[in-house]
């Protein structure tokens, strides 16, 4: 992700920066570590030059983070997919929101794989609210919970869960395990000898830096949803994957998040250009309402109202070269639920109030 976003700075100052100013990117490490990247974030909020705006990776450290920039009147790009339930103003939020993921994938795999899923997911907060839209809309489309399961972070044992899951006798897996987990239960669902024609895993998260990992052969057949996929047929796209390859190496794999820091970076440096003081971030959010670019998945538009990416939804199908042949997207960019209508249909917007 730092790789994408450093890959659009260097571009946007090719073009001429921004209003004639280049970009100076400045990166801090937190360790994984969200009390790191609250840290981090206070120490950059105290440099006057850097309190306006920055990125950030994890669910976990941008909740930590997000004190910190309202305090100090910041901008937070955040360009990761997370569960929703959340707004705040200084926060703009490119990556997918569950509905976005969802609401297509669900009646997809109810309709051409199968209607009983078992649950299997890393013990956090965003596997435990992404399933409960999960079975919302299983429920909608006439689909069974045959079992559930979260794991801690880092599991790579899965021979009791494979065993559940044969008992249970699911037409599909459906997993947001994340990290380490992922490679790990596919591999041993290789071995334990299941068989994607039969049941095959469907994930939100499992992405192409996940294959490579664990071996084509172990994820053919498999299936994700996402904004992106490294193959999708866009002349943008082609020049991300070119430069961004010709850049950090010809086989690096290229993920949705990646894409998502790329085009973040590419609309924070037009919100830049069109706000009339960088010194406010008042004026900086206003410059994101409505703005729209082209980006490597296609159109992405910031939503007026409630900070959050209209992106686009794809269904793709791991094939034997460890890439995604997309069966399903849509032709137009998806509105983002933070609060999704499926399961809070009456919520009160907070940007509305």
């Given at each position: 992700?730092?790789?994408?976003?450093?890959?659009?700075?260097?571009?946007?100052?090719?073009?001429?920066?921004?209003?004639?100013?280049?970009?100076?990117?400045?990166?801090?490490?937190?360790?994984?570590?969200?009390?790191?990247?609250?840290?981090?974030?206070?120490?950059?909020s105290s440099r006057t030059r850097l309190r306006r705006s920055w990125a950030d990776t994890a669910p976990q450290a941008a909740q930590a983070m997000l004190p910190i920039v309202e305090q100090y009147k910041g901008v937070l790009v955040y360009p990761t997919y997370y569960e929703g339930e959340e707004y705040s103003k200084n926060i703009i939020y490119t990556g997918t929101?569950?509905?976005?993921?969802?609401?297509?994938?669900?009646?997809?795999?109810?309709?051409?794989?199968?209607?009983?899923?078992?649950?299997?997911?890393?013990?956090?907060?965003?596997?435990?609210?992404?399933?409960?839209?999960?079975?919302?809309?299983?429920?909608?489309?006439?689909?069974?919970?045959?079992?559930?399961?979260?794991?801690?972070?880092?599991?790579?044992?899965?021979?009791?869960?494979?065993?559940?899951?044969?008992?249970?006798?699911?037409?599909?897996?459906?997993?947001?395990?994340?990290?380490?987990?992922?490679?790990?239960?596919?591999?041993?669902?290789?071995?334990?000898?299941?068989?994607?024609?039969?049941?095959?895993?469907?994930?939100?998260?499992?992405?192409?830096?996940?294959?490579?990992?664990?071996?084509?052969?172990?994820?053919?057949?498999?299936?994700?949803?996402?904004?992106?996929?490294?193959?999708?047929?866009?002349?943008?796209?082609?020049?991300?994957?070119?430069?961004?390859?010709?850049?950090?190496?010809?086989?690096?794999?290229?993920?949705?998040?990646?894409?998502?820091?790329?085009?973040?970076?590419?609309?924070?440096?037009?919100?830049?250009?069109?706000?009339?003081?960088?010194?406010?971030?008042?004026?900086?959010?206003?410059?994101?309402?409505?703005?729209?670019?082209?980006?490597?998945?296609?159109?992405?538009?910031?939503?007026?109202?409630?900070?959050?990416?209209?992106?686009?939804?794809?269904?793709?199908?791991?094939?034997?070269?460890?890439?995604?042949?997309?069966?399903?997207?849509?032709?137009?960019?998806?509105?983002?639920?933070?609060?999704?209508?499926?399961?809070?249909?009456?919520?009160?917007?907070?940007?509305?109030?």
């Open positions: 992700m730092a790789n994408a976003a450093l890959l659009a700075i260097e571009e946007i100052n090719k073009n001429g920066g921004v209003n004639g100013k280049t970009i100076a990117p400045v990166q801090e490490d937190y360790a994984s570590e969200p009390s790191g990247a609250a840290t981090k974030a206070r120490s950059c929101t569950p509905n976005q993921q969802l609401q297509d994938f669900v009646p997809w795999l109810t309709k051409n794989v199968g209607k009983k899923v078992y649950f299997i997911g890393s013990d956090y907060v965003y596997p435990v609210e992404t399933n409960k839209q999960v079975k919302e809309l299983l429920k909608q489309n006439g689909g069974e919970v045959v079992g559930e399961q979260y794991v801690p972070l880092g599991q790579s044992e899965f021979a009791s869960v494979i065993n559940k899951i044969k008992e249970a006798k699911p037409d599909v897996i459906f997993s947001d395990l994340v990290g380490d987990s992922v490679a790990a239960f596919y591999k041993q669902y290789k071995s334990y000898g299941l068989d994607p024609a039969v049941m095959p895993i469907a994930s939100p998260v499992t992405a192409e830096s996940e294959i490579v990992s664990m071996g084509a052969d172990v994820a053919k057949g498999h299936i994700s949803s996402a904004a992106y996929f490294q193959t999708v047929d866009t002349p943008e796209n082609k020049k991300f994957v070119d430069a961004y390859q010709a850049k950090y190496g010809k086989t690096e794999p290229i993920t949705q998040v990646m894409e998502a820091s790329y085009f973040s970076t590419l609309l924070l440096a037009e919100a830049l250009k069109k706000a009339t003081d960088l010194t406010n971030s008042e004026t900086i959010i206003s410059a994101f309402a409505g703005l729209e670019i082209k980006a490597p998945q296609g159109t992405v538009k910031i939503d007026a109202e409630n900070n959050h990416a209209w992106l686009n939804s794809r269904i793709g199908k791991i094939n034997a070269s460890g890439q995604f042949e997309i069966v399903q997207s849509t032709t137009e960019p998806i509105y983002p639920e933070p609060w999704a209508k499926a399961l809070f249909p009456n919520h009160e917007e907070p940007w509305k109030k």
